[in-house]
Nanobody, 128 residues
Framework: QVQLVESGGGLVQAGDSLRLSCAAS????????MGWFRQAPGKEREFVAG????????YYADSVKGRFTISRDTAKITVYLQMKSLKPEDTAVYYC?????????????????????WGKGTLVTVSS
């Protein structure tokens, strides 16, 4: 059983930075690729960023490429999402999720329906 708990959300202004954390418990080290998703009011949940089981490969949605960075600390079993140059359109509930299907050092677009575990989310609000 894997449990994921997100933290770090809040209210920021456009242009600010924020770092989200996802603390994982259970047998996750080396077993799951990790992803961040977000869901804005009235919209579908969308992929934001993913990182491979090894931590050596990352993949980003075009909308956040160059602004967001995903990383994982294997020792602390934590996944981070560093967000810079935030825009009002980044406002959403951000979710951490785990996917056991990708191979060790491979990551691409992750789909909400393919994830094995989800956190409950953390709200990020970016004011203009």
């Amino acid at each position: 059983q894997v449990q994921l708990v997100e933290s770090g959300g809040g209210l920021v202004q456009a242009g600010d930075s924020l770092r989200l954390s996802c603390a994982a418990s259970g047998r996750i080290v080396g077993s799951y690729a990790m992803g961040w998703f977000r869901q804005a009011p009235g919209k579908e949940r969308e992929f934001v960023a993913g990182i491979s089981k090894s931590g050596g490969s990352t993949y980003y949605a075009d909308s956040v490429k160059g602004r967001f960075t995903i990383s994982r600390d294997t020792a602390k079993i934590t996944v981070y999402l560093q967000m810079k140059s935030l825009k009002p359109e980044d406002t959403a509930v951000y979710y951490c999720a785990a996917d056991g299907r990708p191979s060790w050092n491979t990551i691409g677009v992750l789909t909400p329906g393919g994830m094995d575990y989800w956190g409950k989310g953390t709200l990020v609000t970016v004011s203009s």
